[in-house]
């Protein structure tokens, strides 16, 4: 069922990256709340990107898991006393929001692991339930500045759960600001290259605007067990 969707899905990206002339982008497949025969099944049929929210689960997993070729992005809240294990523990982190954040998954990244490859999360519809650094140049400006800097981890680019959306033009609307961020960081010399938006409901409009990562769960692994 799971090598089904994931065939079905990847054939899905293609046809909608070359319908809107966009490089196809990344499967990241979320598998929070779903058991480790799930994860092993996409394994098996060559996923190797996966997705966390929730750090002590993932962190569980991956042992049991234990595979290298796996790359694991951490996609949940972060609380500051849980740094040092994402750090440790992941190649990605989608959602920084804070110059403070960073700074410490900088210092506490391991010696000797490559760099920590960073998203910082755009609040991008203003909402107040929602983490991330709202939608103000000046605001994204000083952080991508500060994050930037740092040594153990590299920016790559950003990230965004919008609120949800009636129309695919509501959707698009959202992530083409998104990707206008992201033009305007680039020609502000950053080299950013990661645009990581997009999940199985809204995944057609995030690609058709440039998403780079798209992050899907419940299209690949069906419903979710409660966190
Ligand atoms: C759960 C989650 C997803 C995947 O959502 P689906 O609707 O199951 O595809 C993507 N991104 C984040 C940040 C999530 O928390």
Redesign the pocket.
Known sequence: MITERLAQLQSDIAKISEQNSQTRPLLLA?S?CQPVARIREAVAAGQYHF?E?YLQEAIDKQAIISNANIVWHY??AIQSNKTKKIAAHFDWVHTVSDIKTAKRLSGQRPEGQPALQICLQINIDNEASKAGILPDKAAILTVVKAVSALPNIQLRGLMC?PAPKTTPEAERATFEQMQALLGWLQSEGYPLDTLSMG???DMASAIACGATIV?????IFGARSAA
């Open positions: 979320v929070k997705g929210n996609i949940g759960i999940m199985s409901d992050r899907v769960g419940t299209a």
